[in-house]
DNA sequence: GCGGACTGCTTACCT
DNA sequence: ACAGGTAAGCAGTCCGCG
């Protein structure tokens, strides 16, 4: 029959892979059985004298090999079968022995037991990773499966997958709670949760035990909290529910409700097993999954796109999110309010159960937007839609390697130890070229970049462990020789290359495709989902080679792409300056210059004749033309600013990098003033109006009129408040908060104002008049306009040859005076 | 004992 | 828990002064 593959999971009572399977609107539970192997090489001195290339040649190890025997706690165990086979070990075509358990849990004990006859790999693939890679399955598409009856259960017989960009027709409902939180945050051993409320396509409900029973359609009254629970818990059996979407239910909703369950004695579950909501640790974070129904968490995936820059939300809050991602607003209810709205009941609980509605339904507005490209992600990388959403890029990268390098019959280089990571990241290497900028405005730009300049270097360079210093490219001239001199293989293409290949390829020829569509389709949202997934992919590829935990690191393969890339960027740069033009700046991949009197069409033929010289899958492309561009000088330094520009194309759009207002450490204040003087230089080049600008803002400042929440600075704390060595603001504003009986978690975002606290007047340290946005009762303007405002527009004008007083804009430091 | 210069810690940005 | 290159604020410290 055809099916859809949702989920994949191992149950060690049947020691047995569990399948979720959807077909005809009905989900079906099947399971498989999969051996679980690894690999060893033995080492040369006990193979016998038979010859190099026959594996029988370890007949002796072999022999050794079936007496060794390990306990599980239940019973004892030999390898199942020792089978001698030919993989590609770095490199090479390698005899080494398959050695297969009886179940996943021997791999490690068998691991350890065999490690004294050679070297050991592929000990430490999760088992449900081992199960897809092998049985080249994808998950989130469809299969063509069949089955066999044994003991009630459904066995799968044969199961292979048939290749498709559709979204799975999975039911998706997501879920939020309020809870009661009489010290701030809520402990779920103690506090109750209050409200429930889930979202689907269809609608929106809140269920809860309030006492003043509201008569709102969409509300369901029951009598108790453990009521709550279990109408959940039906609501999803009724409802089918495959995707279970939260936002932050991996740490919070999720095993809150677990945990209620528990107290409460709700004879309820809510996956579609017994079993309770399993939390483990992946990487540095929590996660928490459900049997039978993926959950689904938002908040993780609202994550990955900031970090990877799609978003540049200033704080991950739910409201955020909603906000940042799909434009759209939704009420916010106060979190200290909760027990009062509660307790007293009246307006405020009505606010408290409508709040809790649309955070239910937020959570699966945004999930339907983040689904379509985490599924692609999942099927790129052959992983699950709970895994996709939750891995690092390292760790996509890696299953996608995982992937081709079985198809490719590679074994994979084994993770480091721990020494290793260590001995790694103690040696970093040189990076990227950046040319340093002469502050100023300029005319008539043009800037260019590389096209995916890392990846093309990997290709043309076929830069990968494997193909470093082979030995059948020993010859002048016979290996790509990188500026640092490592050789790389041109016979043998080697695992990454080819992965980058034919991630770059398939995402031109989608790209292609996604032209003659219509942008609102079905069709378009997967193919710019699976795009996505690619460019996600290509991009962290340069990264994880240096990546100290990475199984394919390689110091010198990672040192030689950055070296062809200052090379290839240099080379442009002295091109661009051979045929007249005045490069201005250069970063990485990208060079910027002046065409002055040359035309348009010499900028065009400058690129024609840099990709002529290039390598077939390298392409240098105009980025765009810009009439007019803003370079500014460091701060205290006569020299320019790296890494911070402004610029305006032709149809009037401003491209503005690295300056403070893109900062979230710096105010909205200072940010928006910034912004704006910027785009007055650049549209009008108009000095006067700007200076004007900064004087109104300063005046506002002054008389207090700024609204408080233009003055909220947004830092994260990167480390536990206690590990700080230097106290800077925004820890001072935590332990002030703290002090003041405020909780604000360990790695937060605080957002916090400076305000005139303090006690030591205008000259006390900053950090003591720090206070959290909840305690500030004001600003202090001199802060803002000295500190914020002033430095921030300076910066630019300061540039263009005014200092303060030539544009008459002045502090409120003493000795200035009034103005 | 004071104030400016300098250093180091720290964060968030750019490619 | 993908890399290195970079600017910049603020705390804390150094250092010269005399």
Not at 44 to 70: H, M, W, Y
Not at 677 to 698: P, Q
Not at 787 to 800: E, R
């Amino acid at each position: 029959m055809e099916a859809w593959l949702l989920d994949v999971s191992y149950v060690h009572s049947k020691k047995a892979i569990r399948l979720l399977l959807k077909a005809n609107g009905k989900s079906i539970r099947a399971y498989h059985k999969h051996e679980p192997y690894f690999y060893l090489k033995p080492k040369d001195e006990v193979r016998t004298d038979a010859p190099k290339e026959n594996a029988d040649g370890f007949a002796s190890t072999i022999e050794q090999l079936k007496k060794i025997q390990t306990f599980d706690g239940e019973k004892n165990y030999n390898l199942e079968r020792i089978e001698p086979v030919e993989r590609l070990l770095e490199g090479k075509k390698t005899q080494v022995l398959k050695l297969v358990v009886a179940h996943p849990g021997l791999v490690p004990k068998f691991q350890d037991l065999v490690r004294q006859y050679g070297e050991t790999y592929e000990f430490n693939i999760l088992f449900t990773r081992r199960y897809l890679i092998d049985n080249q399955l994808t998950p989130s598409s469809p299969v063509e499966v069949e089955f066999e009856d044994k003991n009630g259960l459904r066995w799968v017989t044969s199961i292979r997958t048939i290749p498709s960009e559709e979204i799975p027709p999975a039911n998706v409902l997501a879920f939020d709670i309020e809870t009661y939180n009489p010290s701030g945050m809520p402990e779920a051993k103690r506090d109750p949760m209050l409200m429930l409320s889930y979202a689907d396509a269809h609608s929106s409900n809140v269920i809860t035990y309030a006492k003043p029973a509201r008569t709102e359609r969409f509300v369901q009254n029951v009598a108790s909290e453990k009521e709550v629970l279990e109408r959940f818990a039906q609501v999803l059996r009724e409802k089918h529910t495959d995707v279970l979407c939260t936002y932050n239910g991996d740490v919070f909703d999720v095993p809150y409700i677990s945990e209620r369950a528990f107290q409460t004695r709700a004879t309820t579950h809510f996956g579609r097993d017994h079993a309770p909501a399993k939390t483990k640790r992946l990487g540095l974070r929590n996660v928490t999954s459900l049997g039978g129904r993926i959950h689904f968490d938002v908040y993780n995936t609202v994550f990955f796109l900031n970090y990877i820059g799609a978003t540049k939300l200033q704080r991950m809050t739910q409201l955020a999110a909603y906000e940042g991602l799909l434009g759209k607003t939704k009420v916010d209810f106060p979190k200290d309010q909760i027990v009062p709205a509660w307790d007293n009941g009246g307006q405020l609980l009505t606010d408290l159960i409508e709040y809790s509605r649309q955070d239910a339904v937020a959570a699966y507005e945004l999930a339907q937007y983040c689904l379509p490209l985490f599924y692609a992600l999942g099927k790129v990388t052959g992983t699950t839609l709970f895994d996709a959403s939750r891995f690092s890029s390292g760790q996509l990268v890696e299953a996608l390697l995982l992937k081709k390098a079985f198809d490719r019959g590679e074994i994979v280089p084994n993770k480091p130890t721990a020494e290793e990571v260590a001995a790694r990241t103690a040696e970093p290497i040189q990076g990227a070229y950046v040319k340093l900028p002469q502050a100023g405005v300029y005319e008539n730009m043009a800037v260019y970049d590389f096209k995916s300049l890392y990846p093309s270097i990997i290709i043309s360079h076929n830069i990968d462990p494997s193909t470093l210093d082979c030995e059948c490219c020993r010859g002048d001239g016979e290996a790509h020789v990188s500026p640092m001199g490592h050789r790389f293989c041109k016979k043998r293409l080697g695992l990454i290359p080819a992965m980058l290949q034919e991630v770059l390829t398939t995402r031109f020829a989608i790209q292609k495709q996604m032209k003659a569509l219509d942008k609102d389709s079905a069709e378009y949202k997967q193919l710019y989902g699976k795009q996505w997934a690619l460019k996600i992919l290509a991009n962290s590829t340069y990264g994880v080679l240096l990546y100290p935990r990475f199984r394919w690191f390689r110091r010198e393969c990672g040192e030689s792409v950055t070296a062809y890339g200052r090379q290839y960027i240099q080379d442009t740069i002295a091109k661009a300056e051979k045929d007249g033009f005045n490069v201005l700046y250069a970063d990485t991949d990208s060079v910027f210059f002046q065409y002055g009197n040359k035309s348009k069409q010499d900028v065009l033929n400058f690129a024609k004749n840099v990709n002529a010289a290039l390598p077939e899958s390298m392409q240098l492309e105009l980025e765009d033309f810009y009439p007019r561009g803003i370079f500014v000088s460091k701060k205290q330094e006569e020299t320019g600013a790296k890494k911070k520009y402004a610029l305006i194309n032709e149809e009037g759009k401003i491209k503005i990098r690295g300056f403070e207002l893109v900062r979230r450490d710096w105010s909205k204040v200072a940010r928006n003033t910034q912004r704006s003087v910027l785009e007055i230089l650049l549209k009008e080049g108009d000095v006067k109006k700007a200076a004007e600008l900064v004087r109104t803002v300063v005046n506002e400042l002054k008389s207090g009129k700024t609204p408080m929440e233009d003055c909220v600075i947004y830092t994260q704390l990167k480390k536990k408040v206690a590990n700080y060595e230097i106290k800077s603001p925004e820890v001072g504003a935590v332990i002030h908060a703290r002090k003041n009986g405020v909780n604000v978690p360990e790695g937060a975002t605080v957002a916090y104002v400076i305000t005139t606290d303090g006690g030591g007047g205008a000259s006390e340290a900053i950090t003591e008049k720090a206070r959290i946005l909840e305690l500030a009762k004001n600003y202090d303007p001199e802060y803002y306009i000295n500190n914020q405002v002033l430095p921030a527009v300076l910066k630019i004008l300061g540039s263009l040859g005014y200092d303060k007083d030539s544009i008459k804009i002045k502090g409120t430091q003493k000795g200035l005076g009034e103005w």
